[in-house]
């Protein structure tokens, strides 16, 4: 099983930038699919970005599309999360996941592991 970590999360103003990382451990990495979703307080959990095995397909959800930037470094078996022009609504519990397979999926049902979550907060 893997084990996902995140970090990078905390508080900025709309506008702002932050970074997530997460480090995989347990899998071999460069094999599967990774991706970020997120739960504000009464949501329900929505997709934001995933990255295929090796980096080069990459899928966006409308409403972060232009704003994030899903990479990863295989060689360290990490995955990031790269938030720019960050807006209130972007206020939301993030999470990193693996997917079962190497190619990107928008639905969460695709991925097998979650991190623990890291909480990004964006005032006005």
């Known amino acids: 099983q893997v084990q996902l970590i995140e970090s990078g999360g905390g508080s900025v103003q709309a506008g702002g930038s932050l970074r997530l990382s997460c480090v995989a451990s347990g899998r071999t990495f460069s094999n599967i699919a990774m991706g970020w979703f997120r739960q504000a307080p009464g949501k329900e959990r929505e997709f934001v970005a995933a990255?295929?095995?090796?980096?080069?397909?990459?899928r966006y959800a409308d409403s972060v599309k232009g704003r994030f930037t899903i990479s990863r470094d295989n060689a360290k078996n990490t995955v990031y999360l790269q938030m720019d022009s960050l807006k209130p609504e972007d206020t939301a519990v993030y999470y990193c996941a693996a997917a079962r397979g190497p190619y990107t999926d928008y639905d969460a049902r695709a991925y097998d592991a979650w991190g623990q979550g890291t909480q990004v907060t964006v005032s006005s």
């Open positions: 990255s295929n095995w090796n980096g080069h397909v990459t």
